[in-house]
């Protein structure tokens, strides 16, 4: 997983710990600058500070390279002002909201007095976003040395690196059909209200979901405790794959089915963790390529198979539209 920190930085305490950050997980690191520099000292940065703030001013940023499909998770450090991130990071959050869709993101704040949290709080607002995988508070580390920080910027780094590894899959049971039905059905509710019209109570029914635990080829990502994402792996194909111009004819294929993620976990890069999970399991099994279709109008799906090396060999026309048929060789 590769890791950008986006940060802003006035009198150097948040340039400082984005340093340490990066040479600790290997991030790239993305200042993001005014093209007309805030006062740093006395009452003008206060005042400077406070009415860009006020007034919700997005000010206009010096040339920078952001190249979003690079990163699946991005680290967004600010000075604490007002109560909110400083004005530049959100410049730079709404000129690449778009392409910051679907992506993991963290939080580093450092403050003078206070409002650590609340500047974190209206960050998750800007992105649109109810939670981030990681949040490091630290009160003008720069400016301040203590060595508490450094063991807050060691801990803000292992919840990082561990993220990956917090999702444990297992082979769902019956026992799982309620929380598998809810999961989907809250799915349902959230690409509605997207505008992604792709699935609804007549598929996947619970009478599907059933089959597939019965079947022994649904599988569920457990996260604290929560059921954060289904899958279903077979060889079982609508007759309408017959449309692919299927590059590995002779492969030993499996279709993907079903890969969803709840809504509670969404934009924390699990639905790419889950896919690069099933790609090693199937690998391991002597699986040589992988089958799947794709709604033409779901560009979070479209853009998931995409990144990770799925072409389309085809389409299949189905009662909510029309699909892709994509594969890859494994």
Aim: charged share 30%; hydrophobic share 35%.
């Amino acid at each position: 997983m590769k890791t950008a920190i986006v940060y802003y930085s006035l009198n150097g305490n948040t340039e400082q710990t984005a340093n340490k950050i990066a040479e600790k997980i290997g991030a790239d690191l993305i200042p993001v600058r005014p093209v007309k520099a805030y006062p740093d000292t006395g009452f003008a940065k206060l005042f400077w500070g406070g009415k860009s703030v006020v007034m919700g001013e997005k000010p206009k940023l010096q040339p920078y390279t952001f190249e979003a499909d690079k990163y699946d998770l991005i680290i967004f450090g600010s000075p604490v002002w007002a109560n909110t991130i400083a004005p530049p990071l959100r410049t730079f959050i709404v000129e690449n909201l778009t392409s910051l869709k679907g992506k993991t993101f963290a939080g580093i704040t450092c403050f003078t007095a206070a409002g650590g949290d609340k500047a974190l709080d209206k960050l998750k607002g800007y992105l649109g976003i109810d939670t981030l995988v990681a949040e490091l508070l630290l009160a003008d580390p720069k400016d301040k040395p203590d060595p508490a920080n450094d063991k807050k910027i060691e801990e803000f780094c292992e919840k990082l690196e561990n993220y990956n590894s917090m999702i444990k899959y297992r082979k769902a049971e019956i026992t799982d059909l309620d929380s598998v039905y809810e999961l989907v059905t809250s799915a349902i509710e959230e690409m509605e209200r997207e505008g992604i019209h792709q699935w609804d109570n007549v598929y996947p029914a619970k009478a599907d979901l059933k089959a597939d635990i019965e079947s022994g080829t649904l599988t569920v990502g457990m996260a604290d405790g929560d059921i954060a994402v289904i899958y279903v792996i077979s060889k079982d194909h609508d007759e309408q794959y017959k449309n692919g111009r299927w590059k590995f004819h002779d492969s030993d294929f499996r279709v993907i089915h079903r890969l969803c993620v709840s809504p509670k976990y969404q934009h924390r890069g699990l639905a790419k963790q889950t896919l690069s999970h099933i790609e090693d399991h199937l690998r391991n099994i002597g699986v040589d390529s992988i089958r799947l279709d794709v709604f033409t109008e779901n560009p979070y799906a479209l853009k998931l198979y995409r990144n990770n090396g799925y072409t389309e060999v085809g389409h299949a026309d189905w009662r909510k539209g029309r699909f892709l048929l994509m594969e890859k060789r494994i």
